[in-house]
T-cell receptor
Framework: AQSVTQLDSQVPVFEEAPVELRCNYS??????LFWYVQYPNQGLQLLLK????STLVKGINGFEAEFNKSQTSFHLRKPSVHISDTAEYFC????????????WGLGTSLAVNP | DTGVSQNPRHKITKRGQNVTFRCDPI?????LYWYRQTLGQGPEFLTY????????KSRLLSDRFSAERPKGSFSTLEIQRTEQGDSAMYLC????????????????FGPGTRLLVL
């Protein structure tokens, strides 16, 4: 069965430092990949998605992610984080048997400290 | 575009009671999804509507759960005879899918309804 692994449950980082949130998925077929962000007491907001084409995807708020098919990874990066980036980040992949259904990771809690 | 709205935002109920949540999608979005999210977990898919038709229902959704989207606009999720294990955040999302061979569209999420069953 399809699965998504977010390798870090919590990532503490200082303001203006770079950050990478790691995501690996298990699938031997083509999938669509997503990163969502959830701010405290709010719903999920799409950061970026990979459907096809260039493996480097740019999203909102200065985030980007790189799709690596050979390593089945889709890591999220930002070169310089802000306090306001403190949130829960979720990686999701479309179910290859059902493109409407998203399979979600457990989330990574990013804590940006001054 | 006012976004997806959900009501109520919070609900506390006693075990055995029935609860109903409402989701208003982005206007003219024809696809509507319900998810459940428990603490420390990612969202779990519950069910999906295309217009008023409920096209898929997760095995997670027991017989106590029912969802409707009667006119293809807002949707309701009802839980009968609530149990403590139903305590979770219930998320609604909508998207503007078409009948064309499927391309994954962006799902826009509401703020969720947090349910606590005592």
């Amino acid at each position: 069965a399809q699965s998504v692994t977010q390798l870090d449950s919590q990532v503490p980082v200082f303001e203006e430092a770079p950050v990478e949130l790691r995501c690996n998925y298990s699938s031997s077929v083509s999938v669509y990949l997503f990163w969502y962000v959830q701010y405290p007491n709010q719903g999920l907001q799409l950061l970026l998605k990979y459907l096809s084409g260039s493996t480097l995807v740019k999203g909102i708020n200065g985030f980007e992610a790189e799709f690596n098919k050979s390593q089945t990874s889709f890591h999220l990066r930002k070169p310089s984080v802000h306090i306001s980036d403190t949130a829960e980040y979720f990686c999701a992949v479309s179910d290859p048997g059902n493109n409407r259904k998203l399979i979600w990771g457990l989330g990574t809690s990013l804590a940006v400290n001054p | 575009d006012t976004g997806v709205s959900q009501n109520p935002r919070h609900k506390i109920t006693k075990r055995g009671q029935n609860v109903t949540f409402r989701c208003d999608p982005i206007s003219e979005h024809n696809r509507l999804y319900w998810y459940r999210q428990t603490l420390g977990q990612g969202p779990e898919f519950l069910t999906y509507f295309q217009n008023e038709a409920q096209l898929e229902k997760s095995r997670l959704l027991s017989d106590r759960f029912s969802a409707e989207r009667p006119k293809g606009s807002f949707s309701t999720l009802e839980i009968q005879r609530t149990e403590q294990g139903d305590s979770a955040m219930y998320l609604c999302a909508s998207s503007s899918g078409t009948a064309i061979p499927f391309v994954q569209e962006t799902q826009y999420f509401g703020p969720g309804t947090r349910l606590l069953v005592l």
